[in-house]
């Protein structure tokens, strides 16, 4: 029986360690239910991470048409999001566990569609005739209220997850605390981070209106007005 307050991790360390050194050569030490769940897929929770961050650019980078984008979106939202969702992890809320892992890439899809909202929405502008800058800026305040729709809709949907108790609350609880958490510092933060980061990568986008001052060009308009 793992003690309170002791992550199942820990536990496990110590019971390995005890028994590398109690058993005879030869013996091993097997699990079941959660602590061979732990075992067996904690592992690769590293690579399941690295290759859905890689599918969800893939897919961007489509959607965009573009690889700044697709950056942009995700450096100035995910990191942000995951650091906030891991903070209540160090103060002892909840542990990194499976179940935990789970939300953590969960959260990675939430959350980058409040980058989405506003990358989108900023380059409309740019070819609508807008600065740069002001494209943002303005794509920031337009794009506020869905994204705090977004987030409180996901906030309040997993709410009950935190406040879970009886048998099986504790895997509830993380998959709850790290989705809140997560969404609510990383929605707060990309308002401001993602602005900044597209400043300073997105590429100046031409105005659709604008007329090309290529010469064939001219010359086919010329032809066209002579007709």
């Known amino acids: 029986m793992v003690p309170p307050g002791v992550p199942l991790d820990r536990a496990l360390r110590v019971l390995e360690d005890e028994a590398r050194v109690n058993l005879p050569q030869g013996f091993t030490v097997d699990y079941a239910g959660e602590s061979r769940q ?29 690889f700044r ?13 995951i650091s906030g969702a891991l903070l209540f992890s160090f103060l002892g809320l909840t542990t990194l566990n499976i179940y935990s892992q789970v939300g953590l890439i ?4 939430l959350v980058s569609k409040n980058g989405i909202l506003i990358v989108e929405f900023a380059n ?45 609350a504790g895997a509830r609880n993380s998959i ?16 401001f981070v993602v602005p900044s980061i597209y400043v300073l990568v ?7 209106s604008t007329k090309s001052a290529d010469p064939e060009v001219i010359v086919s308009e010329q032809e066209e007005a002579v007709a």
């Open 38 to 66: 732990l075992r067996t897929e904690g592992s690769k929770f590293l690579g399941t991470f690295l290759l859905s961050g890689i599918l969800i650019y893939l897919v961007l980078a489509a959607q965009f048409e573009s």
């Open 69 to 81: 984008d697709p950056f942009i979106i995700l450096a100035g939202s995910v990191p942000l999001a």
């Open 106 to 109: 969960t959260l990675v899809g």
């Open 124 to 168: 409309h502008l740019q070819e609508s005739g807008m600065d740069k800058l002001g494209a943002i800026i303005e794509a920031a305040g337009t794009r506020l209220r869905p994204i705090l729709m977004t987030t409180a809709a996901t906030v309040i949907g997993h709410f009950p997850l935190v406040l879970a108790k009886g048998p099986g």
């Open 176 to 191: 709850g605390i790290m989705l809140v958490s997560g969404m609510i510092i990383g929605t707060l933060f990309t308002l």
């Open 202 to 208: 997105a590429r100046t986008r031409a105005s659709v």
